[in-house]
């Protein structure tokens, strides 16, 4: 295949993109007895689970908040968070909070009211003082700290396509249920939220990710997230679309949110160009730059990933779950291109797949951060595209090459002007054992099938 930087891209470098770690559903004291493998894996900063008084065994159980004045649940505590996250900030790497601010738990079966964290859990605090003043992050522990004022009135969506209905209804399961208890942007909550983030940030917390953001008001988010908290933080949020730009729900949701707030999200545009680039009768060509023309975000708003939590653990969400080869060379292409913040997802199996446990620490994982740290504030640019493959080089560097297809790939590409240095040797940092060398003119990259290579000098 003869390809003499066909469809050349040059694309601008951007700032540090660092390397994240999912630690979904972790218990904060694995995180911070891993922290040496997360250090030597190249991982610079480390999402974990959400920090405040929560109850029950099940992994959803933790986007089910009671109280926000305590970290208490069955994953850690005020305590074990705060070793976490210095065992962490010792080795330089920084910790994300996951925050919910959009509602409260579905406490609807235990008591009708809605005082939160409400008698039983007050009657616990009253019961060991001393232990739960200790893990007290602000506030008074003797009574509750939202009422029936603070929340709106109880209605479930119906449609998932009305801006109003998501934003201002509450989230049900169905069958009866009376959903989440939506949280109004009243100057208490707004308040008692900002308290929140701010005592996470005296922690150590340098990002937040905000959970279920397609769900809250723009006024809401902006009256939280003022100037002093974000200061210094990475704050992104979980705006769940089914594609880019053109489609319904980028246009409704996605679009307003990036326009109303100068925020990261999660880039779901990107994961379902990947999706379709690699799915049956799609093509690598479309990954030349897909944010120009509105299928990725712009790099610095993007949270880049293959899979996220929701994905495998909500029945609803698994029709974007990749092919395990494609996810691989999925991850391939977010670690090697320029744009983008990569996260890594590694779980402890709570879905069944048997797919993410232990990922984080996969030798062709770290391959790959170690190929993107080396390469951080360099250009790219595509130098070969086909329906199979695709291959980039970033500045004089390194050179990706990714085959979805099921027979080998040669792509031939002229040499000349190029930036990529000559009788050096580039080594695939996946451990194939591939090494490139240039020696004249024109060189072909051989690309195995199904196979990705990151080449390094």
């Not at 109004?184 to 990002?207: C, D, F, H, P, T």
């Not at 929701?310 to 395990?324: C, E, H």
Request: glycine content about 10%; overall charge neutral; charged content about 15%.
């Amino acid at each position: 295949m003869l390809c003499a930087l066909a469809g050349a891209s040059l694309l601008s470098g951007t700032a540090r993109a660092d390397a994240v770690l999912h630690a979904f559903n972790w218990r904060y004291a694995d995180v911070e007895a891993r922290a040496a493998q997360i250090q030597s894996a190249g991982y610079r900063a480390v999402l974990v689970a959400p920090a405040y008084k929560s109850e029950g065994s099940a992994w959803w159980a933790r986007y089910q908040p009671q109280d926000y004045r305590v970290i208490h649940h069955p994953l850690g505590d005020t305590a074990s968070f705060k070793r976490m996250v210095s065992a962490l900030r010792a080795r330089n790497i920084d910790v994300y909070a996951d925050v919910l601010m959009n509602h409260m738990a579905n406490e609807s079966a235990q008591r009708p009211d809605l005082n939160y964290p409400g008698t039983r859990i007050l009657n616990l605090y009253a019961g060991n003082p001393t232990y739960y003043n200790g893990i007290r992050l602000f506030g008074t522990l003797s009574s509750n700290f939202l009422s029936a004022l603070d929340f709106g009135e109880q209605r479930c969506i119906a449609d998932y396509n009305d801006v109003w209905q998501v934003q201002n209804w509450r989230l049900c399961g169905g069958n009866g249920d009376v959903g989440l208890p939506d949280l109004k942007a009243n100057s208490w909550v707004i308040g008692q939220q900002q308290e929140y983030l701010r005592q996470l940030k005296a922690i150590g917390v340098k990002g937040f990710r905000i959970d279920a953001a397609k769900h809250m008001p723009m006024s809401h988010l902006n009256s939280v997230l003022t100037a002093d908290i974000k200061n210094g933080t990475y704050v992104f949020g979980e705006i769940i679309t089914g594609g880019g730009a053109g489609s319904l729900e980028y246009d409704r949701f996605l679009q307003p949110y990036l326009q109303g707030t100068d925020h990261a999200a999660y880039d779901f545009p990107l994961q379902t160009s990947l999706r379709n680039a690699f799915g049956f009768g799609g093509s690598m060509s479309s990954l030349v730059d897909p944010a120009a023309y509105g299928q990725a975000l712009q790099g610095n708003r993007a949270l880049t990933f293959t899979v996220t939590h929701d994905i495998p653990n909500n029945s609803g969400f698994r029709y974007a779950l990749m092919d395990p080869v494609d996810e691989t060379l999925a991850y391939a292409y977010i670690f090697g291109r320029n744009g983008g913040k990569p996260m890594v997802y590694s779980d402890n199996n709570e879905s069944g797949d048997n797919r993410w446990v232990n990922a984080y620490n996969r030798n062709d994982i770290k391959g790959m951060i170690r190929f993107h740290n080396a390469v951080q504030g360099s250009d790219m640019q595509v130098l070969s595209h086909g329906s199979c493959h695709i291959v980039f080089r970033r500045g004089s560097q390194g050179i990706v090459g990714i085959n979805k297809c099921g027979s080998t790939v040669n792509a031939t590409v002229n040499m000349n002007n190029s930036v990529l240095w000559w009788y050096a040797n580039y080594t695939d940092t996946l451990g194939s054992g591939s090494v490139v060398n240039i020696g004249s003119s024109s060189y072909t990259f051989s690309l195995p099938a199904r196979s990705a290579r990151m080449w390094l000098r």
